[in-house]
């Protein structure tokens, strides 16, 4: 394998992490928004405050298009739904057949 093949890889990996990191990220923002909802945590605890300032900070400009044309369903946001769907898409289809797109580029196919 030569070393273009290898950096192709390389970013390859490094965006299916982030992907997957990402849904990390909803999913736990998500669990956090109910928490806080249920009012078994609050934003008075620090940790919990930053925690979910961040979480906002990484997921709302992911989400924040799809909160314009999708509205809440009976008080339930189902935005981090349909954004994992996609992104869960994004990995096992487009990611893939870019890879292989990318690998016969650089190997002449």
């Known amino acids: 394998?030569?070393?273009?093949a290898a950096a192709i890889n390389f970013l390859f990996f490094v965006a299916g992490a982030i992907l997957q990191l990402l849904v990390f990220a909803i999913i736990i923002s998500a669990i956090l928004s109910w928490l806080i909802a249920f009012d078994v945590i609050n934003y008075r605890n620090?940790?919990?405050?930053?925690?979910?300032m961040t979480l906002d900070?990484?997921?709302?400009?992911?989400?924040?298009p799809f909160?314009?044309?999708?509205p809440p369903l009976g008080g339930i946001d189902v935005t981090p739904i349909i954004v994992l769907i996609l992104i869960s898409g994004i990995q096992s289809y487009l990611l893939p057949a870019a890879h292989q797109a990318a690998l016969g580029l650089t190997y002449g196919f």
Do not use: E, K, Q, S
């Not at 620090?46 to 979910?52: D, E, P, Q, S």
């Not at 900070?57 to 924040?64: E, L, N, Q, S, V």
């Open 57 to 64: 900070r990484i997921t709302g400009p992911i989400m924040a």
């Open 46 to 52: 620090r940790f919990v405050y930053n925690l979910a």
């Open 1 to 4: 394998m030569d070393l273009a």
């Open 67 to 70: 909160r314009r044309f999708i």
